[in-house]
């Protein structure tokens, strides 16, 4: 596997359930990231790990709960998610974050449907 | 928190045309990215730039970054069925460390 990579591809949840979704980088990075992208909405930036400490929290409501247990595994915990959850979660990394410029590498996304 | 305006919305052309995609806001940035999104996919980098007035070229892809660092253009020439997808610019502020992105370009070529 290259790159990064992204589990399930697809995922159709009710409202009471508790699912989980996984992000991998194979590319030595120091950064993780989690990203929703709604439609007719800008991607939001959710959650960002930096050497794995969550160093951003972009007012993301606790049903949604990221785990970054190394530098190249992040998860995000779902639980009594709601129907406009519904979206494509986006996970990438990075190198690092340094001021003036870094490159972010995207997975595929996850589809989540919420019932 | 900057805002980043990207027009036309949609744009559907005919394999052969030229076209010009446009970022815009009213803050200035340290750095712009340039993404595309297939179907399906999460967006793939294309280009960064971080000087103003700075031009690059990525085969029939030519991006500018505004003398003031507050916009950008993606001008791609002879389109072809390839390029669709949806265009995504992204900036980054001065005194922030995360990027901020736009509503996105969605190009369709046509065959």
């Known amino acids: 596997e290259t790159g990064v990579t992204q589990t399930p591809r697809h995922l159709v949840m009710g409202m009471t359930n508790k699912k989980s979704l996984k992000c991998e980088q194979h590319?030595?990075?120091?950064?993780m990231y989690w990203y929703k992208q709604s439609a007719k909405k800008p991607l939001e930036l959710m959650f960002v790990y930096s050497l794995e400490e969550r160093v951003e929290n972009n007012s993301v409501p606790s049903r949604f709960s990221p785990e970054c247990p190394n530098s190249s595994h992040l998860f995000l915990h779902l639980h009594t998610l709601q129907p406009e959850d519904s979206a494509l979660y986006l996970c990438?990394?990075?190198?690092?974050?340094?001021?003036?410029?870094?490159?972010?590498?995207f997975g595929p996304g996850t589809r989540l449907t919420v019932t | 928190t900057q805002l980043l305006e990207q027009s036309p919305q949609f744009l559907s052309i005919q394999e052969g045309e030229n076209l010009t995609v446009y970022c815009n806001s009213s803050s200035v940035f340290s750095s712009l990215q340039w993404y595309r999104q297939e179907p399906g996919e999460g967006p793939v980098l294309l280009v960064t730039?971080?000087?103003?007035?700075e031009v690059k070229k990525l085969k029939r892809l030519t991006f500018q970054f505004g003398d003031a660092r507050k916009d950008s253009s993606l001008h791609i020439t002879a389109a072809q069925t390839g390029d669709t997808g949806l265009y995504l610019c992204a900036a980054l502020s001065p005194y922030g460390q995360n990027f901020v992105f736009g509503p996105g370009t969605r190009l369709s070529v046509l065959p």
């Open positions: 590319l030595g990075h120091n950064a």
């Open positions: 990438a990394s990075s190198q690092d974050r340094v001021a003036g410029s870094y490159e972010q590498y």
């Open positions: 730039v971080v000087t103003g007035g």
